[in-house]
C-alpha cells in the first residue's frame, strides 16, 4: 500500500521548508519592493521582471500611469506588455494576459520599429506558442539592437529552454556589458539559470564566478542559499548579515534569522531579528512569515500554547496559507507533537471556514501518525463535504478504511477515486493492494498493471509490498 502523493502534498511540502531562505526568495519573488534606479520607470521595469506579483495590482497601475503620461512611448508600452506577459505565465488559463501583451508588444513595434521593445514581447509571445525559429529570428542581432542590453537578455530566457546553459550564459554575459544594463534584472535570471543546471560545490563555484561579474542581491541570495545547502553555513550567514547592513530588506533579514536558528544555534540573535519584523515589517507576508519562524523557536522550546496562538495569526494573516501550513506540520513532526498539531488544525477550520484541505490534512495525521482511523474518516468526509471532486481525498479516506481493515469500504473509496481521476496511478495501486488482500488475484494483477503504467516507479514499489505476498508465484504477477 502506498499514500496518495497528491494527497500527502502537504506533508512532503512542509517536510522540505524549514531551509535556508523561504520559497520567495529562491524564485522570481525575492523582490517585493522596486530598487533604486535612475528613473522611475526603470525601477518599475526591475520590478515588473523580478517581483512576485504579488503586489500585481500596484505594478499595474504603475505600469499604466506611466502609459498615461506618455501615449506614444514605446517603452511604456512594452512595460505594459511585458508585465501582462509575466501575469499569464503564471495564470496561463487566462488569455486576456496573453491578448494584451500581444497586442501592447505590437503596438510599441508600430510606435518605434527600429527599437527593440515590443519585439522583446513579441518573441516571447511567438516562443510560447511554439514558433522558436521566428522568436529567434525577431531577436536576431541588427545594427538597431546592437547597443542594446534587453535583446541578448531575453534571448538567454528564450534560448535557456532548447539549447542550454552555455548558449544562454554567452547571451547573458552580453547583456551584462551593454551600456545601461539593469544588472539586478539580468542577475536574477542567470542566478535561476545557474541553480537549474548544477548542484552542491558546483553550483557554488559557478555562482562565485558570476557574482564577480555581476554582484547583485539575487545573486548573493543565491549564494548563500548553495553555500547552506553545502554544508557551509557560516559563510552563508555572512554573505546575508553583509547584505543587510548594506542594503538591508525584509526578506534578507528574514532569511538570516531563519539560518541564525536553524543551522547556527543563535535562537537570541534569530528571536531578536523575528520579533523586530513581525512588529515592524511593511510587508503583511513577511510579518506572518516571522511569526511563523517565532512559532517554531517557541515549539522547539516546549512552549506549544505560544507556539499554536503565534501560527494561528501567521496562517490566518497570509496570503500563502498553504506553506505556512506545511510549514507548521513540518515543525510539529519534527517535535513529536501531531496531536497537538490536530488541535491547530481544529482552531484553523474555525478561523479558516470552508478550507477542504485544513480537513483532509487532520484527516491524514490522524490516521497515518496517530492510528485515529475513525475520526480520520470523519475529516476526511468534512473534505469531501466541501471539495468532492478531489480524488486524493478519496483516496485518504480510503487508506484510513484499509488501516482499520475494512477492505470492502476501502475498496469502493478507491473506486470512487479512480473513477473521478482515471489518472490516479496511487488509487489504482491501492485498489489493487486491496483486492489481493481480499484474495481477488486476477483483478488485483489487473489493477496493478494499470497502475504501473501510470505510474513505472510503482513497479519497485510492489516488488517488496507485503499487500501482494499471496501473489509472489503467480505468473501474470511476476511478469508485471
Avoid at 536558528?261 to 531579528?273: F, G, H, I, M, V
Wanted: net charge neutral; proline share 3%.
Amino acid at each position: 500500500m502506498v499514500t496518495d502523493a497528491k494527497q500527502t502534498q502537504l506533508a512532503k511540502f512542509a517536510r522540505n521548508t524549514g531551509k535556508i531562505l523561504p520559497a520567495a526568495l529562491i524564485s522570481l519573488g525575492f523582490l517585493t519592493s522596486p530598487l533604486r534606479a535612475e528613473s522611475a520607470n526603470q525601477s518599475l521595469e526591475t520590478s515588473i521582471w523580478t517581483s512576485g506579483l504579488h503586489d500585481y495590482a500596484s505594478l499595474e497601475k504603475a505600469a499604466v500611469r506611466a502609459l498615461q503620461q506618455n501615449p506614444a512611448g514605446a517603452y511604456e508600452h512594452y512595460l505594459v506588455a511585458e508585465l501582462s506577459l509575466r501575469m499569464f505565465k503564471q495564470h496561463p488559463e487566462d488569455l486576456r494576459y496573453l491578448k494584451q501583451a500581444s497586442d501592447m508588444s505590437q503596438q510599441a513595434i508600430e510606435l518605434a520599429p527600429t527599437k527593440e521593445y515590443g519585439y522583446l514581447v513579441a518573441a516571447q509571445v511567438l516562443d510560447l506558442m511554439g514558433y522558436k525559429a521566428d522568436a529567434a529570428e525577431m531577436l536576431s542581432e541588427r545594427p538597431s539592437f546592437a547597443q542594446g542590453w534587453r535583446t541578448p537578455f531575453v534571448r538567454a530566457i528564450i534560448s535557456s529552454t532548447y539549447e542550454g546553459e552555455k548558449t544562454s550564459l554567452s547571451d547573458f554575459e552580453k547583456s551584462l556589458k551593454a551600456p545601461g544594463v539593469a544588472k539586478e534584472i539580468v542577475g536574477s535570471y542567470i542566478a535561476l539559470n545557474l541553480e537549474s543546471n548544477y548542484a552542491g560545490t558546483e553550483l557554488v563555484q559557478k555562482l562565485e564566478i558570476w557574482n564577480r561579474k555581476a554582484d547583485t542581491t539575487a545573486m548573493r541570495i543565491s549564494l548563500a542559499k548553495a553555500l547552506d545547502e553545502s554544508g557551509e553555513p557560516n559563510r552563508a550567514q555572512a554573505i546575508l548579515a553583509d547584505l543587510n547592513k548594506k542594503n538591508p530588506s525584509e526578506e534578507t533579514r528574514l532569511a538570516e534569522s531563519t539560518l541564525l536558528y536553524a543551522q547556527l544555534n543563535r535562537t537570541k540573535d534569530a528571536e531578536t531579528l523575528l520579533l523586530s519584523l513581525a512588529a515592524n515589517g511593511k510587508d503583511q507576508n513577511i510579518r506572518m512569515a516571522a511569526k511563523s519562524h517565532l512559532a517554531k523557536i517557541r515549539l522547539q522550546k516546549g512552549d506549544t500554547r505560544t507556539a499554536a496562538s503565534l501560527f494561528g495569526e501567521s496562517i490566518e494573516g497570509t496570503t500563502d496559507k498553504l506553506k505556512w501550513i506545511s510549514f507548521s506540520h513540518n515543525a510539529y513532526r519534527q517535535q513529536h507533537k501531531l496531536i497537538d498539531f490536530t488541535a491547530l488544525l481544529t482552531d484553523l477550520s474555525v478561523r479558516l471556514p470552508g478550507s477542504s484541505y485544513l480537513y483532509a490534512l487532520q484527516g491524514e495525521v490522524l490516521s497515518e501518525n496517530l492510528a485515529q482511523h475513525e475520526k480520520a474518516v470523519e475529516s476526511f468526509e468534512a473534505a469531501i463535504t466541501l471539495d468532492p471532486r478531489r480524488s486524493e481525498f478519496y483516496n485518504g479516506m480510503g487508506l484510513a478504511y484499509y488501516r482499520m481493515q475494512k477492505h470492502e469500504k476501502a475498496l469502493a473509496v478507491f473506486n470512487k477515486a479512480i473513477s473521478l481521476d482515471p489518472k490516479d496511478a496511487t488509487a489504482r495501486y491501492n485498489e489493487a493492494c486491496v483486492l489481493s488482500l481480499m484474495g481477488r488475484g486476477s483483478e488485483a494483477v489487473g489493477s496493478l498493471e494499470k497502475a504501473i503504467l501510470l505510474d513505472g516507479r510503482l513497479q519497485s514499489v510492489a516488488l517488496t509490498d507485503k499487500d501482494f505476498e499471496s501473489l509472489r508465484t503467480n505468473a501474470e504477477f511476476q511478469s508485471l
